[in-house]
């Protein structure tokens, strides 16, 4: 499959209405007034929400205080998607962030988000392939990503093109998603491709990518694998969304039960097909 076809496919497999939802701010304002929370603070409903992340508000700071933020860093989230990692770090730390995201739909709703959540002032929105940077070398104090290496097939020189961005002794951290003991999520099967569309998953596991990690020229300070604790913690999401008749007053009908199928159907590829895992690593 060539880069053009994984391209689309993975623009495809996040756009709304398709597996899972992809909320709007105008959705995501409607249910925040439900709920009850202020989207500006850092009340865990906010992140887990709107964040398509498997590893929930908690493990993400774990991350972002594994990497040292600061107020006078400026962080580049890669593949930042809709966003709601950069909103955290931005909230938590009050640093400058720009995020790039391959799909321009995701930025438009990242862009929108920034306002609502109150960060905007804080966040630059770029549409940018990993696989094609074009900032200046030294440009960024920290990089981080949450999920997204799993989809860029040449990480070889991604990961190179990372490396050159970063100033020196700066930090890399992110979370992934890993390849499971039978093989990878292309392998899944089943009801699968109704969450995502084909062909857009290149994991490998924590070996694997520390390996990767140093080729590019990072010195890895840190590699696990998160698996139990992501399971345990969608496994509870889940139950949380199934009993919680506030959620299923504040979302859309139909996207509460596409995001109760997801989580269903994700959680059954764990171990098998898909892991989790958590890096940091350094330039020197």
């Not at 988000?113 to 392939?129: A, F, P, S, T």
């Not at 998603?177 to 290149?202: C, H, I, T």
């Not at 999401?237 to 139909?254: D, F, G, I, N, T």
Request: neutral net charge.
């Amino acid at each position: 499959m060539n880069k053009e076809v994984v391209t689309k496919n993975i623009i495809k497999s996040f756009s709304q209405n398709i597996g899972f939802p992809v909320y709007t701010a105008k959705e995501l304002q409607k249910m925040y007034e439900v709920f009850g929370v202020d989207p500006k603070s850092t009340d865990r409903r906010v992140f887990d929400t709107e964040s398509m992340s498997h590893h929930l508000q908690y493990e993400v700071i774990k991350l972002i205080k594994m990497m040292d933020v600061s107020k006078n860093d400026l962080v580049l989230d890669a593949g930042c998607g809709n966003g709601a990692p950069t909103r955290l770090i931005a909230k938590l730390c009050g640093c400058r962030i720009v995020g790039f995201d391959i799909n321009p739909n995701q930025i438009k709703k990242a862009v929108d988000c920034d306002r609502l959540e109150g960060v905007d002032h804080l966040i630059e929105r770029k549409v940018r392939d990993v696989h094609e940077l074009d900032f200046p070398p030294n440009t960024f104090d920290k990089i981080f990503h949450n999920e997204t290496i799993c989809h860029w097939m040449d990480k070889k020189n991604a990961l190179a093109g990372l490396y050159d961005v970063l100033k020196k002794d700066g930090i890399m951290g992110f979370h992934d998603w890993l390849r499971g003991d039978k093989g990878n999520l292309n392998d899944a099967g089943g009801g699968f491709p109704g969450v995502y569309a084909e062909g857009v998953w290149f994991q490998h596991n924590v070996e694997e990518t520390k390996a990767l990690l140093g080729q590019a020229g990072f010195f890895v300070l840190h590699g696990e694998d998160t698996t139990d604790i992501v399971d345990r913690g969608l496994r509870a999401r889940l139950r949380e969304l199934q009993m919680s008749e506030v959620y299923s007053k504040a979302a859309p009908e139909e996207y509460f039960h596409k995001s109760i199928n997801y989580f269903k159907v994700m959680i059954e590829t764990h171990y098998d097909y898909l892991k989790y895992g958590r890096f940091l690593c350094k330039k020197n």
